[in-house]
């Protein structure tokens, strides 16, 4: 149990790093390590509090950086429809394959960016269509599966090109989201004053993953900064598609006949 708890207290830590340093990424570093040894159901009500608290901590601090416009007139506007959407469709139909498809197209557009950037060419910014397109889809994968991270990442790297206001504007929608999950964690009694004092007894994590991540964020170059962002999507995509592969397996067997 120690062992379990200290790895535990490690993944949070670097999870936190992780997102004060770029923006995102803790629920897929806290998911893909922490997962090993306590389960999902009893994480993540635990993880959304200090989550939160990791973004109201950037948003607070840095909300001179925060591109409101962007948050409200694009990103909003174009997720919240998609999110209904998907939350509609999870009643119905949830197709855990389609994460494969999701994880390997966020991966594959991180390769091209990742590219660009090594060959120093200049990118365009997305069109209305694409983006408005790009965010309503994530807005439905975040309704069916809870994950909507990579596809907004994506979205919001092609816009702001400043490390500063990508951070501060992701971290805002974070928070959002968070207290969106928190209500329905409440509501569904998977966080109640058991997991809120696991959270608290936690929350060193938060601090010393904020402190050192924000530290890393301050130091490292733009370009830097965007290769590294560049990288976290080729692994968040990865691990979509590694986690949704079984569901894909089974519904390929199903539908070939094979046991």
Do not use: N
């Not at 790093?17 to 990424?25: I, P, Q, R, Y």
């Amino acid at each position: 149990m120690d062992t379990d708890l200290a790895w535990l207290a490690l993944a949070l830590t670097l999870g936190f790093l992780t997102e004060a340093a770029v923006g995102f990424g803790s629920t897929l570093v806290v998911v893909s390590l922490a997962a090993q040894v306590v389960p999902l159901t009893t994480l993540l009500p635990i993880f959304q509090p200090l989550a939160l608290g990791l973004s109201a901590m950037i948003v607070i601090r840095e909300r001179k950086d925060l591109d409101i416009t962007f948050l409200a007139r694009q990103v909003l506007p174009a997720m919240l429809p998609g999110l209904a959407v998907g939350m509609a469709l999870y009643r119905v139909w949830r197709l855990e394959a389609l994460l494969v498809v999701v994880g390997l197209a966020i991966a594959g557009l991180a390769l091209i960016e990742l590219r660009r950037l090594l060959a120093e060419a200049a990118h365009a910014r997305p069109g209305p269509l694409v983006l408005g397109s790009t965010l309503f889809g994530a807005g439905i994968i975040h309704g069916l599966f809870g994950t909507s991270g990579p596809l907004v990442v994506w979205a919001a790297s092609r816009v702001l090109d400043d490390k500063a206001r990508f951070r501060a504007t992701l971290s805002l929608l974070w928070l959002l989201l968070s207290v969106v999950l928190i209500i329905g964690f409440v509501v569904d009694g998977s966080l109640g004053m058991v997991e809120a004092g696991r959270s608290l007894w936690l929350a060193p994590t938060l601090v010393g993953g904020y402190l050192v991540g924000d530290a890393v964020h301050r130091r490292v170059p733009q370009r830097t900064f965007r290769l590294a962002v560049c990288v976290l999507l080729v692994a968040a995509g990865g691990v979509l598609a590694l986690r949704a592969a079984p569901a894909a397996l089974a519904l390929l067997g199903a539908a070939t006949g094979d046991p």
